[in-house]
């Protein structure tokens, strides 16, 4: 299977779920900043969850099916549109060749992870396909898409893809009825994003952390894959003095010198040296990667015991979703 | 609320570390709060003990000048029948206190000594005039201080393959540049206020620019991406620009090291 890009959009690269293996040679973890829609995308469509797929920033992509296509997205910020057929998400899509898809914008959210049966078959490099675009290598010859570029899918497929390939394939556009469920692992309230203390916590007055968990911060139209700034109430230091650089991670809200937050996000650097003030749930990280520029969340404390039992259950819950999705095929 | 909650104590005596909640995926232990060498050799031993006796889900530990962060993947953590506690920091710090048992691997932690060709001033180092100028001493004197002393690699951070170094003779510190470049090219040798180092990778950067060296200190197609690593000594080699530009040509970097 084969796509050409014909408008690239914004900022569009080919993510998996992370380059793990070399953080302490200075690499970034990079992957998709919404990993949980990008996972989805590739459970929607029997693939492993960590194939490639390509992140989109907002809307303005278009893309041809060069040959016939399995595809499923998921995320947020556009949904994607092929003639007068808007395709719908989280569900496995078949295109005949020769379709044009474009991304059409829509309110709430900004990424969205397009997932092609088999995954996008670029070089594993050091471990991971993702894009690091601070150095220049892996995705697509280490940069964001371009006109022309001309993605191939991996010829190995599992046997749920071709199970669905099988039931949807023919002339024209065809969907599953059946979707994943993404909604379902959504928080009710998508503007509170649960955070854990982290180890500076207490260099900080009571004053400003009361701030911190109770009012809103707005995203800075500064931000981008390696963080997010907010604007919102300063953080006052209790506690002076500089703290010797130790690896961070995304999810990370450091405070800078003049009181501001930065939350890390995927593309961060391996270590920091700004006092953190709280690090951000797992389970709600997607939450932050979905914000527009001035949109406001809350940040709202739980444990590290919470956040960590969060996490299991989350990974419990999209384990049991690609069971069922593979369990139709049986 | 604290954010002290989480943390444990291990080791004893000079031995002692604390370990504290870094993500999910991830904890940090903590070895005082001193840039020295007699922690940054405990900071290597627990890496090497770490990567000599991996545990169930591990996939890497980040040393920094005080910290080992070790990050890892929480499911299997705690589904593993080998590590007990009922959360993973209690199984982390039980693991951490497992590689004290005199039966674990006990790895070899010497540092290798890497010798980085420089080839001073001129179009490699535009601001080696301005540094002696600041420092009032020679050109001369400049690349000869900078290039008798010894250099300790005490972590890797910032970009892939960029060495924190310690050791640079004072009498060498400078402040950044007012403007910062917007790019400085791929083994440009700078200080920074009291450090110095070498950019592995095409950058923006505001360090006092004073050399270059035509080795790559990263390399995505190696197994071994970042040349240096926490631990490393370096030493730096004054060349030519002929010598340079015969680097370039013949890529022997064996004639070096």
């Known amino acids: 299977m084969r796509l050409r890009i014909i408008k690239p959009g914004l900022l569009s690269t080919v993510q998996d779920t992370g380059r793990r293996l070399y953080l302490s040679h200075g690499v970034p973890l990079s992957g998709a900043m919404d990993t949980l829609s990008a996972r989805l995308a590739n459970i929607a469509l029997g693939n492993n969850e960590d194939d490639a797929v390509i992140e989109f920033t907002y809307a303005g992509a278009l893309f041809i099916a060069e040959t016939s296509m399995l595809i499923a997205y998921a995320g947020g910020g556009m949904a994607l549109v092929a003639g007068d057929t808007t395709l719908p998400a989280n569900r496995p899509v078949y295109l005949s060749a020769g379709t044009q898809v474009q991304c059409i914008s829509r309110p709430q959210g900004c990424r969205t992870y397009l997932a092609v049966a088999g995954g996008f078959n670029v070089p594993v490099i050091l471990g991971s396909r993702s894009t690091c675009i601070t150095a220049g290598f892996g995705g697509l010859q280490g940069r964001a898409l371009q006109k022309g570029d001309v993605l191939d899918s991996g010829a190995e497929i599992t046997f749920t893809t071709r199970s669905i390939l099988n039931s949807l394939q023919g002339s024209t556009i065809s969907f599953t009825g059946w979707s994943v469920a993404a909604h379902l692992l959504q928080p009710a309230d998508t503007s509170r994003v649960r955070v854990v203390p982290a180890h500076e916590f207490n260099w900080f007055d009571s004053r400003s952390v009361i701030d911190f968990l109770t009012t809103p911060y707005t995203l800075n139209v500064s931000s981008n894959r390696m963080g997010c700034n907010f604007d919102g109430a300063t953080i006052e230091r209790l506690i002076p003095g500089e703290m010797l650089s130790t690896a961070v991670a995304p999810g990370t809200i450091q405070v800078t010198g003049n009181g501001r937050l930065v939350l890390l996000m995927t593309d961060c650097q391996t270590t920091g040296g700004y006092p953190r003030i709280a690090q951000v749930a797992a389970v709600d990280l997607h939450l932050c990667s979905q914000l527009n520029p001035d949109d406001s969340i809350y940040f709202k404390d739980i444990t590290a015991r919470e956040a960590q039992k969060l996490y299991i259950e989350l990974e419990q819950q999209l384990y049991k979703l690609a069971v069922t999705v593979k369990s139709r095929f049986y | ?257």
């Not at chain 2, 980040?62 to 499911?75: E, G, K, R």
């Not at chain 2, 710090?93 to 048992?101: F, G, I, Q």
């Not at chain 2, 001369?140 to 008798?148: A, C, G, K, S, T």
């Not at chain 2, 990778?201 to 190696?222: H, N, R, Y």
Request: glycine share 10%; net charge negative; hydrophobic share 40%.
């Open chain 2, 1 to 257: 609320m604290s954010g002290d909650n989480f943390i444990h104590i291990g080791g004893q005596g000079k031995a002692a570390y604390t370990v504290y909640y870094l993500s999910e995926q991830a904890v940090t232990m903590q070895f005082g709060n001193d840039i020295n060498t007699g922690t940054l050799q405990r900071v290597k031993r627990y890496h090497a003990l770490i990567e000599a006796n991996p545990f169930p889900g591990f996939y890497a530990a980040v040393p920094a000048y005080a910290t080992l962060s070790i990050f890892y993947n929480p499911v299997e953590v705690m589904q593993s029948p080998e590590l007990s506690g009922a959360d993973c920091i209690n199984r982390l710090t039980a693991y951490l206190k497992s590689l004290d048992d005199v039966n674990v691997a006990e790895p070899s932690t010497c540092g290798t000594t890497v010798n980085i060709p420089v080839c001073y001033g001129g179009k490699f180092g535009p601001d080696l005039s301005e540094v002696a100028a600041v420092n009032g001493l020679s050109e001369q004197q400049v690349i000869q201080l900078h290039n008798e002393a010894v250099y300790t690699v005490y972590m890797i951070g910032f970009v892939p393959g960029f060495a924190y170094l310690g050791g640079m003779n004072s009498l060498l510190a400078t402040p950044r540049k007012q403007q910062p470049r917007v790019a400085v090219p791929a083994g440009a040798v700078g200080i920074g206020g009291n450090q110095t180092g070498v950019y592995p990778l095409a950058t923006p950067g505001g360090w006092q620019l004073i050399g270059q060296t035509p080795l790559q200190l990263f390399d995505a197609a190696s197994e071994q991406p970042s040349l240096l690593k926490a631990g490393d000594t370096v030493v730096f080699k004054p060349i030519s620009a002929d010598e340079f530009n015969n680097y370039l040509i013949t890529g022997n970097a064996a004639a070096y090291n």
